[in-house]
């Protein structure tokens, strides 16, 4: 039934809103792919997972694994990145020390949860199907949906309603200019990859949830896919991540409900192609989107 695959297409959309959206923030502020972020979305569902087998309850993890996420993401930005923006090679050298910092937090998590596929126990969370208007909605999916609204409106309101926003917006602009107005660029770069851990962290988890299947390389997948996101939506767009995670999610639960599985990746990165050949920057992107840190 159409209408049930695009409810459940909603419901993909808000997980990959969340993943793509830490990573338009990072490539926004600081015109840097941070590619330790699949590994950080990993790292939520895993902290979830532990606190939960270790008796918690689920609220508990989930906070657990914003805070790691978002904790590890400026461990990161700390040892990849502020050296290198000191040096001015932060660009390429700054997406090789991210690899290698992925792949460390990957063997990490390798040799912590022994290989294994982790599987939170059944009773995590309630299995409660609602049915309306013909359509099936499971009390997770309503969890996964209201979880990644409340996270996007709180993003959106720290980005354009508060003084974290304006300071993001002045270092991405121009970093010696904040300086001069008292803006501390080191504090409000460990603040936006906060944000941007936490966000993933928190879309490991609903992920680690809907499949209940965990596992070290499980932010492969979706380091790819969160990367055509901001590509389509266009780079440092925050609207235009929003928007290219709804026609990504819609065109990937359509393609595998009505089309064979494999050519769903091929459907979705045809679907890519074509799109940017009509607009180059992306669905909201701007011609000067690649160089947002340009103006000094």
Do not use: H, K, M, W
């Given at each position: 039934m159409l209408a049930q695959q695009i409810l459940n297409g909603l419901v993909v959309s808000g997980?990959?809103?969340?993943?793509s959206l830490g990573f338009t923030l990072?490539?926004?502020i600081q015109r840097i792919l941070n590619l330790a972020h699949g590994a950080i979305f990993m790292t939520g569902a895993m902290v979830a997972y532990y606190t939960v087998a270790a008796g918690g309850p689920l609220w508990l993890g989930f906070i657990l694994a914003i805070v790691a996420s978002g904790l590890l993401s400026v461990?990161?930005?700390?040892?990849?990145?502020?050296r290198l923006r000191r040096t001015g090679d932060e660009e390429f050298g700054g997406i090789i020390s991210s690899i290698g910092a992925g792949?460390?937090?990957?063997?990490i998590?390798?040799?912590?949860?022994?290989?294994?596929?982790?599987?939170f126990p059944f009773d995590t969370f309630p299995v409660v199907i609602f049915r309306f208007w013909g359509l099936r909605v499971s009390m997770l999916q309503l969890f996964m949906a209201g979880a990644a609204i409340v996270l996007v409106l709180v993003l959106g309101y720290l980005i354009?309603?508060?003084?974290f926003g304006r300071r993001v917006r002045a270092v991405t602009d121009n970093e010696h200019a904040a300086m001069l107005m008292g803006i501390n660029p080191n504090l409000v770069y460990s603040q936006t990859y906060f944000i941007a851990g936490a966000l993933a962290g928190a879309a490991g988890v609903l992920v680690g949830l809907a499949f209940n299947s965990i596992n070290f390389v499980m932010g492969e997948p979706y380091l790819m896919f969160g990367f055509a996101i901001i590509i389509l939506g266009g780079l440092g767009s925050i609207p235009g991540a929003l928007l290219a995670s709804l026609v990504f999610g819609m065109v990937q639960t359509l393609t595998i409900a009505y089309l064979p599985s494999g050519l769903t990746s091929t459907i979705i990165f045809?679907?890519?192609?074509?799109i940017l050949l009509v607009r180059p920057h992306g669905l909201l992107g701007k011609e000067d989107a690649g160089n947002l840190r340009g103006r000094r």
């Open positions: 997980v990959y809103a969340l993943f990072v490539f926004g461990l990161v930005e700390i040892v990849c990145f502020r792949l460390v937090i990957s063997t998590a390798q040799q912590v949860s022994s290989t294994q596929i982790l599987r354009y309603r508060t003084g045809a679907a890519l192609f074509l």
